[in-house]
């Protein structure tokens, strides 16, 4: 257990999961959320290996302490496993729903085969949803599977079990119109985590939960 975390950790730090999943009844909603990552989805095949994170976001997204309206996003990560597959490539995502259809082209990173897309759809994403690939005219389609287990704290839960383990450090965050909170799932070899990030102009402190009991594992600075 203690190499999950740390590979968590460190995995987090380098690059420092239907939504709702969210909030229960009669449970607390948090202020001054500016994202939240409510699921993952993972899809492989001998080509890619493809990541989408179901989130809705502040925009613009910016780490400025100051949150503004949350709306639907979806990032999509792809990573090339051949060369001929590569950053050099053309190519664009279409993500289908049960209601619409929604596509975009990735990004370059000249210094990484990684490659990423975004996109605006009008509602949260949840499963049920196809991903089809097209790259440099040929396409190839996908069903994402979501690595979120069943049994899991929500999101909101994870932010005030990080407020009662801050023992008042983060209070002006619930309190005061200052700062924003950003919390994102986060799964590793089959297990998940909250991760619950409160920014403010000039540092953010971030906390590690564990999904399943509530317990903050680390803190990262």
């Given amino acids: 257990m203690r190499k999950i975390v740390l590979s968590v950790v460190t ?9 709702f999943a969210g909030c229960k009844k009669n449970e607390p909603t948090a202020p001054n959320v500016s994202q939240i990552r409510y699921d993952v ?4 095949d001998v080509r890619f290996k493809i990541s989408v994170f179901a989130e809705k976001r502040e925009s613009p997204f910016i780490a400025d302490g100051n949150p503004a309206p949350l709306s639907p996003f979806v990032l999509v990560k792809l990573t090339p496993k051949t060369e001929e597959n590569a950053e050099n490539a053309d190519i664009t995502a279409k993500i289908q729903t049960n209601e619409k259809t929604y596509s975009a082209a990735f ?5 990484s085969t990684a490659r990423e897309c975004r996109l605006y759809p009008e509602k949260p994403l949840s499963g049920g949803f196809a991903l089809t ?6 396409k190839f389609v996908y069903e994402p599977k979501s690595l979120k287990n069943k049994a899991i704290i929500t999101y909101s839960a994870a932010i005030f079990d990080v407020k009662k383990y801050a023992k008042g450090r983060l209070d002006r965050y619930f309190s005061e ?5 950003r919390v994102k799932l986060v799964e590793n070899d089959g ?7 409160f920014i403010d102009e000039t540092a953010t402190v971030s906390f590690l939960v564990d999904a399943r009991t509530g317990e903050v594992i680390n803190e990262l600075r």
């Fill in 11 to 19: 995995a987090i730090s380098s690059v420092l999961i239907s939504p």
């Fill in 41 to 44: 989805f993972y899809a492989e």
């Fill in 107 to 111: 990004d370059f990173k000249p210094v």
């Fill in 133 to 138: 690939l097209t790259v440099n005219g040929e």
């Fill in 177 to 181: 119109d200052t700062g924003e909170i």
């Fill in 191 to 197: 297990f998940n985590y909250w991760l619950v990030e």
